[in-house]
T-cell receptor, first 114, second 116 residues
Framework: DVKVTQSSRYLVKRTGEKVFLECVQDMDHENMFWYRQDPGLGLRLIYFSYDVKMKEKGDIPEGYSVSREKKERFSLILESASTNQTSMYLC?????????????FGSGTQLSVL | AQSVTQLGSHVSVSEGALVLLRCNYSSSVPPYLFWYVQYPNQGLQLLLKYTSAATLVKGINGFEAEFKKSETSFHLTKPSAHMSDAAEYFCAVSHAGGTSYGKLTFGQGTILTVHP
């Protein structure tokens, strides 16, 4: 069974901490994405990567950075966590070259910043 | 730019009743359209997708959606609701093109409640 695995289901951090959210996929997908999900706002794209070491900003990149050193792993980094970054974070992956290809999602990480 | 609007953040139906979840899109190029479902404490799963073939698209679990270009709509329907359909549903749009990388723009989501 194909999988996108997010390292933590729940995470509690303090304001100003550096936070790492990890995502691993086992489908050999080229494209990987980080979304945040907030009630009433749906999913908003933070960053995406279409290849190792390649990244592009999504719609709400401020306060975030990403790292993709290996094809299967895509990390989201909050350099200095703030309370307005409390949210559900969803990682997804898809196959390259097919813009209609479905996204495979992880189960999400609920991050609380206190 | 592309966008999606889902009309109604909450929809409540009785078991056995018709389910209708509304989605309107805006896109400057021919769109690809998707419906995803999210069950409690899970990630999103693809229900169905429109990719410019048939305008009536059938998906999993008895759901279907019809692409109407004149109305810029892609509403999701199911003839008879089951209790297991209770979830949050998201409409999403993408577009063809080498630089899109399959990025999706999602709507705000509609929470479906099914009453016995």
């Amino acid at each position: 069974d194909v999988k996108v695995t997010q390292s933590s289901r729940y995470l509690v951090k303090r304001t100003g901490e550096k936070v790492f959210l990890e995502c691993v996929q086992d489908m050999d997908h080229e494209n990987m994405f980080w979304y945040r999900q907030d009630p009433g706002l749906g999913l908003r794209l933070i960053y995406f990567s279409y290849d190792v070491k390649m990244k592009e900003k999504g719609d709400i990149p401020e306060g975030y950075s990403v790292s993709r050193e290996k094809k299967e792993r895509f990390s989201l980094i909050l350099e200095s966590a703030s309370t307005n970054q409390t949210s559900m974070y969803l990682c997804a992956s898809s196959q390259r070259g097919r813009t209609e290809a479905k996204l495979f999602f992880g189960s999400g990480t609920q991050l609380s910043v206190l | 730019a592309q966008s999606v609007t889902q009309l109604g953040s909450h929809v409540s139906v009785s078991e056995g009743a018709l389910v209708l979840l509304r989605c309107n899109y805006s896109s400057s190029v021919p769109p690809y359209l998707f419906w995803y479902v999210q069950y409690p404490n899970q990630g999103l799963q693809l229900l169905l997708k429109y990719t410019s073939a048939a305008t009536l698209v059938k998906g999993i679990n008895g759901f279907e959606a019809e692409f109407k270009k004149s109305e810029t709509s892609f509403h999701l329907t199911k003839p008879s609701a089951h209790m297991s359909d209770a979830a949050e549903y998201f409409c999403a749009v993408s577009h063809a093109g080498g630089t899109s990388y399959g990025k999706l723009t999602f709507g705000q989501g509609t929470i479906l409640t099914v009453h016995p």
